[in-house]
Nanobody, 123 residues
Framework: VQLQASGGGLVQAGGSLRLSCATS????????MGWFRRAPGKEREFVSS????????YYADSVKARFTISRDNAKNTAYLQMNKLNPEDTAVYYC?????????????????WGQGTLVTVSS
């Protein structure tokens, strides 16, 4: 499975961005999808995850009520809508795919990774 993340850019604090994660292959619906981020000088951290059906979503406390994860299995694409962005959200954002049905916040439990897309939030 190949993942291609896109949609990053420069935005002012309070603004919004929508990230997309396009995947290859016909097995997209069999993967739990997740978003992670790595801020400068920090470890990679979990942001959000969505179940295979799209019905169940999970968020880090730091993004809850601001970010929304979703997926379109017909388009083999996952999304991360990011609202009310603040400078602390500045990071490279990665999408990842995990085999099986259980969500996870642990990056080592994800099997496939995209190349990352940079989000920069100015104050």
């Amino acid at each position: 499975v190949q993942l291609q993340a896109s949609g990053g850019g420069l935005v002012q604090a309070g603004g919004s961005l929508r990230l997309s994660c396009a995947t290859s292959g016909r097995t997209f619906s069999t993967y739990v999808m997740g978003w992670f981020r790595r801020a400068p000088g920090k470890e990679r951290e979990f942001v959000s995850s969505v179940s295979r059906s799209g019905l169940n979503t999970y968020y880090a406390d730091s993004v809850k009520a601001r970010f929304t994860i979703s997926r379109d299995n017909a388009k083999n694409t996952a999304y991360l809508q990011m609202n009310k962005l603040n400078p602390e959200d500045t990071a490279v954002y990665y999408c990842a795919a995990r085999s099986g049905s259980l969500y996870s916040t642990n990056p080592v439990e994800y099997d496939y990774w995209g190349q990352g897309t940079l989000v920069t939030v100015s104050s």
